[in-house]
């Protein structure tokens, strides 16, 4: 049962780094990339057919960029990666993934840089994590160079 690299697809300038680095690592370990693209929720229950609408394009979206993703993914891991599209809170989104995936053994993030912060599930990370499963967190400093993810992966 290989291990699975999770790796939290946003639209984030770090995130290409944790993909890059979760993909050399699942390369060299025999394992895999998850990745997870997480909609927003809706609770907006009077524009019920708008809302229907919203969710279909926004899923299809998501279905493109994994696709896009994954091709990268793919060649730089060595194998196809699993696609994962959650709605609603991060935080609940990733526990739900990690719960029905007992092979997801790692989740890797980005952390930002400058004066953003380290982003918003780094700082989850640190306060406390997401509950549920134990799962280890690999934090990735979002300036990482190919280079240098070769070298540290």
Not at 42 to 59: K, L, P
Not at 73 to 96: C, H, M, N, W, Y
Not at 110 to 120: D, I, V, Y
């Amino acid at each position: 049962m290989p291990r699975k690299f999770l790796v939290v697809v946003d639209d984030s300038p770090e995130f290409e780094a944790a993909l890059r680095y979760a993909s050399r690592r699942a390369r060299s370990t025999g394992g895999r990339v998850a990745l997870l693209r997480i909609l927003p929720g809706q609770t907006d229950e009077h524009w019920a057919g708008v809302r229907d609408e919203i969710q279909r394009q926004q899923r299809a979206e998501a279905e493109a960029l994994l696709t896009r993703l994954g091709e990268d993914a793919a060649t730089r891991s060595g194998a196809q990666p699993v696609f994962l599209i959650e709605q609603g809170d991060p935080q609940a989104a990733i526990r739900k993934a990690c719960a029905e995936d007992p092979e997801i053994k790692i989740l890797v993030l980005a952390a930002a840089t400058g004066s953003r912060g380290p982003g918003p599930l780094v700082s989850t990370v640190l306060k406390g994590g997401f509950g549920g499963r134990k799962l280890p967190v690999t934090i990735v400093p979002g300036e990482l160079t190919d280079a240098e993810i070769e070298h540290l992966a």
